[in-house]
Nanobody, 114 residues
């Protein structure tokens, strides 16, 4: 399975973006899939995840603003990001855990200007 993330860009504070993570060569199923953010000098952090028990988890910093969803027919996971803040700037990665293996997509840059 390969993952391709897209949808990043430059947006003003208060704006919205929707990231997509397309899986090819296999299905998402109901495996864990998460969105992670990396900023310079910091460790990659989880911002939202769809867990294998079908629950969702959000980082405190994005609760109420971000929403993770998935369309298993299309094999795509989404991250809807609303009310964006400059501190949301970073490279966003999607991760799928399938058969005990972590599969990462390439990152997509999100830049939020103040």
């Amino acid at each position: 399975v390969q993952l391709q993330a897209s949808g990043g860009g430059l947006v003003q504070a208060g704006g919205s973006l929707r990231l997509s993570c397309l899986a090819s060569g296999g299905t998402l199923g109901y495996n864990y899939i998460g969105w992670y953010r990396q900023t310079p000098g910091k460790q990659r952090e989880m911002v939202a995840s769809f867990n294998s028990d079908r629950s969702t988890t959000y980082a405190d910093s994005v609760k109420g603003r971000f929403n993770i969803s998935r369309d298993n027919r299309k094999n795509i996971a989404y991250l809807q990001m609303n009310s964006l803040k400059p501190e949301d700037t970073g490279v966003y990665y999607c991760k799928l855990v399938r058969l005990g293996r972590d599969i990462w997509g390439q990152g997509t840059q999100v830049t939020v200007s103040s």
